[in-house]
């Protein structure tokens, strides 16, 4: 199947400083990655979709400042968390999908663990 | 705002018993989509329905999609220790794709 890289696995930084987290397709292009965060015991939250060569699509209550999403090139997203603060600190994840149809499924990175002290 | 509902949220069995997980939409879906999250992993797509009434079998795993497609059902057939993680339900909808809140299995040997 396909294969989704996400890196780093896991990252801990100082309040106020920015991380960035990569998100890679390895075998497929992928004009479309989506980008979720997911707090403990809780479910996936899409927080936005990242678009090739356009600007990020966000969902509801996500702040575009606060996570900065850039999708360069067909098989790569980024998301920087910026100024991070501990409340930001969470497991994100990443998803693209090989098919162009929608609705089609879904290939997950490993995640990246986030703390922010 | 559509909602997909995924009932329980937690389910305890004994190896050897059975495990269902129900998925419920506030809308009518294009296809509903099913992931197992192993702990400390990702997620992991399992399956796809797209047709009112579809049923698929993976070995012991069933899958159902409702008549109306608004809902759905993952049954396990004498459960595994290896079946433990957490599903969840996708539903696709109007160009999203929104992921229940999913149900952690643990199976006690």
């Not at chain 1, 294969?3 to 960035?20: A, D, F, L």
């Not at chain 1, 900065?68 to 790569?76: D, V």
């Not at chain 1, 997203?77 to 499924?105: M, N, Q």
Request: glycine residues 8%; positive net charge; charged residues 15%.
């Amino acid at each position: 199947g396909a294969v989704v890289s996400q890196h780093p696995s896991w990252v801990i930084c100082k309040s106020g400083t920015s991380v960035k987290i990569e998100c890679r397709s390895l075998d497929f292009q992928a004009t479309t990655m989506f980008w979720y965060r997911q707090f403990p015991k809780q479910s996936l939250m899409l927080m936005a979709t990242s678009n090739e060569g356009s600007k990020a699509t966000y969902e509801q209550g996500v702040e575009k400042d606060k996570f900065l999403i850039n999708h360069a090139s067909l098989t790569l997203s980024t998301l920087t968390v910026t100024s991070a603060h501990p409340e930001d600190s969470s497991f994100y994840i990443c998803s693209a999908s090989p098919y162009r149809a929608f609705g089609e499924k879904l290939f997950f990175g490993s995640g990246t663990q986030l703390s922010v002290l | 705002g559509q909602q997909v509902m995924q009932i329980p949220q937690y389910q305890h069995v004994q190896e050897g018993e059975d495990f269902t997980t129900y998925c419920n939409s506030s809308t009518t879906l294009s296809n509903i989509q099913w992931y197992k999250q192993r702990p400390g992993g990702h997620p992991v797509f399992l399956i796809q329905l797209v047709k009112s009434g579809e049923v698929k079998k993976q070995k012991r795993l069933t899958f159902q999609f409702g008549e109306a497609k608004k809902n759905s059902s993952l049954h396990i057939t004498a459960t595994q220790t290896t079946d433990v993680g957490t599903y969840f339900c996708a539903g696709g909808s109007q160009g999203n794709l929104i992921f229940g809140k999913g149900t952690k299995l643990s199976v006690k040997p």
